[in-house]
């Protein structure tokens, strides 16, 4: 069965440090997000993209935070300076439709990566 | 900002009985997906609801999307030990991308 894989399963970085998280998408999907779940709370939506663009993003996702497609395979989220509060869970999901266009999509979510910032 | 809150937060019953959690918002979502997470790992999707009265069986679990969806639980029938686990549920909003999560049910069977 299709999956979504995260790489690493867990980065401890430096405050301050920069910092890229991997993700490989189901290969039939087109549309890829970014979530985070600090310690004891909610999953909370970072970004969505679409066509090599963000096409959606919350205000958590703010200019330290970027989002690349470097290849056919690959999705990434950059963090430019890590913050101690960066400190979560960060899930990245795919989904083979869009809000946008469809009654309904099914997100498929990734193992996570444990992101330490000291 | 839509919300969804998820009851009770933490449930711990004897393996045998039946329970029910709660999902519930003042928003209508276009869907609400039901997802289980296990410690250290990302959500896992049980169920997606779309249609308001929707009902759906998964085994011994039945989901129901409220007539207004704005609102959906959960049914586990019979729970077993391997039924323990943190469920979420998730709400899609017509012409926006993101999942609003609930906070989750924290579900522990004991034998």
């Known amino acids: 069965e299709p999956e979504v894989t995260q790489t690493p399963s867990h980065q401890v970085t430096q405050m301050g440090q920069e910092v890229i998280l991997r993700c490989v998408p189901i290969?039939?999907?087109?549309?890829f997000y970014w979530y985070r779940q600090i310690l004891g709370q909610k999953v909370e939506f970072l970004v969505s993209?679409?066509?090599?663009?963000?096409?959606?993003k919350s205000e958590i996702f703010d200019d330290q935070f970027s989002v690349e497609r470097p290849d056919g395979s690959n999705f990434t989220l950059k963090i430019r300076s890590t913050k101690l509060e960066d400190s979560a869970m960060y899930f990245c999901?795919?989904?083979?439709?869009?809000?946008?266009?469809?009654?309904?999509?099914?997100?498929?979510f990734g193992p996570g990566t444990r992101l330490t910032v000291t | 900002t839509q919300l969804l809150e998820q009851s009770p937060q933490f449930l711990s019953i004897q393996e045998g009985e039946n329970l029910t959690v709660y999902c519930n918002s003042s928003?209508?979502?276009?869907?609400l997906q039901w997802y289980r997470q296990e410690p250290g790992e990302g959500p896992v999707l049980l169920v997606t609801?779309?249609?308001?009265?929707e009902v759906k069986k998964l085994k011994r679990l039945t989901f129901q999307f409220g007539d207004a969806r704005k609102d959906s639980s959960l049914h586990i029938t019979a729970a077993q030990p391997g039924d323990t686990g943190l469920y979420l549920c998730?709400?899609?909003?017509?012409?926006?991308?993101?999942?609003?999560f609930g906070q989750g049910t924290r579900l522990t069977i004991n034998p």
């Open positions: 999901a795919s989904s083979s439709t869009g809000g946008g266009l469809s009654m309904y999509y099914e997100q498929y």
């Open positions: 290969s039939n999907h087109l549309y």
């Open positions: 993209f679409y066509n090599n663009e963000i096409s959606e």
């Open positions: 928003s209508v979502f276009s869907s």
């Open positions: 609801v779309v249609t308001g009265g």
């Open positions: 998730a709400g899609a909003i017509q012409g926006a991308q993101k999942l609003v």
